[in-house]
C-alpha cells in the first residue's frame, strides 16, 4: 500500500493550493484520511482529517480557511487551502488508516504515511 501526496508549491500569502493524495496497492477500505504538516524546528501536527461518512475535524490554526475532502470512488483525500499565510509553511503530510490484504490473504490494518509536499508561503 502507497500514499502519494502532490500539489505542493511557492505562493503568495492569501493565495490558494490544493493538494492531493491517492492511495493505491492492495486497499480493501480506507477508514479515517488526514492531513498533517511539519513547519521548521517544529513537531508534526494534525491540520484537519475526514472520516469514512465524511465527518470533519480541524485544527484551531486553519479553521474557515482549508477544507478536507476525499473521493472514496478514487481513493484520494483531498486539502483546499485559502487564505494562505506565512505560518502555514511546511511539509505537508498524508495520513490513512488502511484495510489491507496480505500474501496470505489475511486483511491487515495499516497505518499509512504519505512522503511529504512542501508548501511555502511568501509574506
Known amino acids: 500500500v502507497q500514499l502519494q501526496a502532490s500539489g505542493g508549491g511557492l505562493v503568495q500569502a492569501g493565495r490558494s493550493l490544493r493538494l492531493s493524495c491517492a492511495a493505491s496497492?492492495?486497499?480493501?477500505?480506507?477508514?479515517?484520511m488526514g492531513w498533517y504538516r511539519q513547519g521548521p524546528g517544529k513537531q508534526r501536527e494534525l491540520v484537519a482529517r475526514?472520516?469514512?461518512?465524511?465527518?470533519?475535524n480541524y485544527a484551531d490554526a486553519v479553521k474557515g480557511r482549508f477544507a478536507i475532502s476525499r473521493d472514496n470512488a478514487k481513493k484520494t483525500v483531498y486539502l483546499q487551502m485559502n487564505n494562505l499565510k506565512p505560518e502555514d509553511t511546511a511539509v505537508y503530510y498524508c495520513?490513512?488508516?488502511?484495510?489491507?490484504?496480505?500474501?496470505?490473504?489475511?486483511?491487515?490494518?495499516?497505518?499509512?504515511w504519505g512522503q511529504g509536499t512542501q508548501v511555502t508561503v511568501s509574506s
Open positions: 496497492g492492495r486497499v480493501i477500505r480506507i477508514d479515517d
Open positions: 475526514i472520516t469514512s461518512g465524511g465527518s470533519t
Open positions: 495520513n490513512a488508516q488502511i484495510m489491507s490484504m496480505n500474501d496470505d490473504e489475511a486483511w491487515v490494518a495499516l497505518g499509512a
